[in-house]
């Protein structure tokens, strides 16, 4: 079945049942800084927007693909528009509201109107501007990056990866293009990179010729145009205004400095051609279409409001930072601002654990994508590691002397390990070894990469996926566990091994043995990407770790723990999330549950994933809890109300929200045995209205009423016989 087609059909079929606009973001006064900003975004370009309280709108400039030359992911610059006379100075009436439903911000001050959006189709960023009587405006940008800087103790973590190294992290300045006519120019350019010096430090230095560094000359910059040139980095009216266009064209590109400047300016002139009316329209539509997809609103008690708007609001964020050339970083997204942590004062461009990925972190996001309709937002995390794939399967050749590939947990998006998880003392050391004992041996993320896309398949049917991705991801995958492990009486023993961060030295970790059996059988459910041989690796797994205790079964966190856990994580769990082999509709669901209350660790928040695994047992009390509690947070320091954070990671916590997302979307439906479980953690004081995606594929649509389906409606309909519904 095509699932566009599919999509296409319901769209056409069904009216939009949901009402985004209850989850409009208003003020009422400007903000103080950065902290105050709203976000917005197209996919690839992110915006930072507010106004302060002097009267200047700013607005910070992201892109997914801004990559420096250590592998940092940098803003563009800032962007100040001042307007005269100030139609924002205190006293007067003023409005800040992002509109959800259109993918824009209305700032409203007397007699003057600021639209500001990122148009969904084209890469640029555009301030409208009307004014009843007439303003001069002038815009600039504003770069930080002026000369060579070298980071400091603390702000060196923002280059995570380089920090500790042998010499100091160096950040380049940007340049200002001095002879642009009828616009502002600047970019940053990578005269330099981190990537033959990555390779070579890990023992793949015979890479190097196969390989393209994906750093050096990368170029990433954006041309601001709209008003009269005033000098190098401001635009100026010459007399008052009534209608004004502000457009700013991000643009990265492997080019010589030149080219990107012919570039940038044929891309203007290229989008220009376009009528602006006609671009704002589309950029709506696709909004709208975005909202239709499906929807959660939760309506009740107060608490349902939160949860509702707390939703909402993550799921607009997914999709501001989703359709880029990289997936969402999971520290702050595009979303970064600069600020103060008490004596310690740090730009924009400043993120804890800075530019590598972590998958247990990048996952989430993604996770959530599923039930949600939005497929397009996942090409990017499917992408990078399927990119990546060349360099996993030579570094398994020179570390190993065996086939297959593995990816580490943390990586730079090219695939090599974060230079200082790796060691940079190697002094007797074999390649293969890795210092960081948090993931020494932590390779089990590519196992849920592989559960990820059956997912995807499952919800899609996209046979080039299928080919293109899933089966030559499976293969490496799969021939690297079938190779790496000794195996005793015909069964492979995971030794050395982990358990996630938590445990360093076990065998047979429940994360591997779970995520194994998981993807094997589910691949199996596919002809055209099964190979024979996986049958052998299936029939080698030993069994899934149990204990008893106090004459209860549970699940184990291995067959053999010999060390006192080192972080937060519950490896049992997996078995549960992301692995579904014990849950509603599943074996064996009170013993899950029995392991589930007597979890080790037992908190929300960040990358905690209880209320997921609370949803995926049927736990309505305890799922429900920690849902409200996760949406109820978010950074103390920050207006807009889902930038969650700093948690573990930094603000916007993209894991915070994505986890409350996915266990909401869990304690509402959940697909297990080719049934569809409607309500298996839903309280029954929350009345709801939503319109969720699931596996096979289908669509469905209802509203719960004072503990009642008062609608229910499946695409297609033969799946409705598929329903089990727990009212």
């Known amino acids: 079945m095509n699932y566009r087609l599919l999509a296409g059909l319901v769209l056409a079929v069904m009216a939009w049942g949901g009402d985004v606009t209850r989850y409009h973001v208003r003020w009422d006064s400007p903000s103080e800084n950065s902290s105050g900003s709203m976000p917005l975004g197209n996919g690839d370009i992110g915006l930072n927007v507010w106004v302060e309280a002097d009267g200047d709108l700013l607005f910070y400039l ?89 980071l400091s103790k603390e702000e060196v973590h923002s280059a995570y990866g380089m920090d500790g190294g042998p010499e100091p992290v160096v950040v380049d300045p940007d340049t200002v293009v001095d002879n642009a006519r009828d616009a502002v120019v600047w970019y940053h350019r990578n005269e330099r990179s981190i990537w033959p010096l990555t390779l070579k430090h890990q023992g793949l230095e015979s890479l190097l010729p196969r390989l393209g560094d994906p750093l050096l000359g990368r170029t990433f910059g954006a041309r601001l145009e709209g ?48 009528p602006i009316g006609a671009r704002r329209a589309a950029h709506e539509r696709w909004w709208r279409e975005f909202w239709a997809r499906s929807w959660i609103e939760v309506s009740g008690p107060p608490e349902a409001e939160v949860v509702s708007r707390g939703y909402a609001l993550q799921r607009f964020l997914q999709a501001c930072a989703g359709r880029g050339a990289f997936p969402i970083k999971f520290n702050g997204s595009l979303f970064t601002v600069d600020g103060r942590e008490k004596d310690f004062v740090y730009d924009a461009d400043y993120r804890r654990w800075g ?33 990546a794939l060349p360099l996993a399967l030579g570094r398994t050749t020179l570390y190993f002397g065996h086939g297959g590939a593995f990816f580490p947990e943390t990586m730079y998006f090219w695939g090599a390990y974060a230079n200082s998880n790796y060691g940079w003392d190697r002094a007797g050391k074999h390649p293969s070894h890795v210092d960081n004992q948090y993931i020494r041996w ?86 055209k990407v099964w190979k024979p041989e996986w049958g052998a690796l299936r029939e080698a797994l030993p069994e899934l770790p149990r204990t008893e205790e106090g004459g209860k ?33 599943l074996p064996e669901l009170e013993m899950a549950r029995e392991t589930f209350h007597a979890r080790r660790m037992k908190r929300t928040g960040g990358w905690m994933q209880d209320a997921i695994q609370a949803a995926m047992l049927g736990l309505t009390a305890e799922a429900r809890r920690d849902v409200v509690a996760n949406f109820s947070q978010k950074d103390p320091g ?65 509203e719960y009423r004072s503990g009642t389906m008062a609608r229910l409606e499946v695409t297609p309909p033969a799946r409705r016989k598929d329903l089990v519904i727990s009212e």
């Open 553 to 585: 079964t549970r699940i184990a966190v291995a067959r053999v723990v010999r060390d006192k856990p080192r972080n937060l994580e519950n490896p049992e769990l997996y078995a549960v999330f992301p692995y579904r082999l014990f849950g509603v509709g």
């Open 638 to 702: 920050s207006r807009f109300p889902a930038f969650w954070g700093p948690n573990y990671d930094w603000v916007p916590d993209q894991d915070h929200g994505s986890v409350s997302m996915i266990a909401l979307q869990r304690m509402l439906m959940q697909a297990a045995g080719g049934k569809i479980h409607l309500l298996p953690a839903w309280p029954k004081e929350w009345n709801v209205s939503f319109r969720l995606h699931a596996p096979g594929p289908a669509v469905v649509e209802g």
């Open 355 to 387: 530019g590598p990925y972590w998958f247990q972190n990048t996952r989430f996001p993604y996770w959530s994508m599923f039930a949600a309709g939005d497929f397009d937002l996942l090409r990017p995390f499917f992408r990078m590691y399927r990119d």
């Open 62 to 150: 992201g892109k997914t693909d801004a990559w420096s030359e250590t592998a940092r992911l940098q803003k563009l610059g800032r962007v100040r528009v001042k307007l005269t006379p100030n139609p924002f100075r205190r006293g007067r009436p003023f409005s800040q509201e992002l509109q959800l439903d259109r993918g824009r911000i209305e700032i409203r001050a007397g007699g003057e109107t600021l639209l500001v959006w990122v148009d969904a189709h084209h890469p640029v960023a555009h301030v409208e501007i009307a004014s009843r009587e007439g303003v001069a405006a002038e815009a600039r940008v504003e770069i930080w990056r002026t000369r060579p800087r070298t």
């Open 442 to 527: 932590y390779w089990q993320g590519a196992i849920e990469y592989l559960a990820m896309a059956l997912e995807h398949l499952e919800h899609t049917r996209d046979d080039s996926f299928a080919r293109q991705t899933l089966r030559p991801m499976a293969e490496a995958i799969l021939d690297f566990y079938a190779q790496h492990y000794p195996r005793e009486n015909g069964k492979l023993v995971f030794r050395p091994a982990q358990a996630l961060e938590t445990f360093w030295d076990v065998e047979d970790p429940t994360p591997e043995i779970a995520g194994l059996q998981f993807v094997l059988d589910g691949l199996k459910n596919w002809p």
């Open 227 to 274: 008003l009269p040139k005033a000098d190098a980095t401001t635009l100026r009216t010459a007399a008052p205004r009534k209608q004004m266009l502000l457009s700013v064209f991000p643009l990265t590109a492997q080019a010589p400095a030149d080219d990107w400047n012919l570039m940038a300016a044929a891309l203007a002139r290229q989008v220009g051609r376009q």
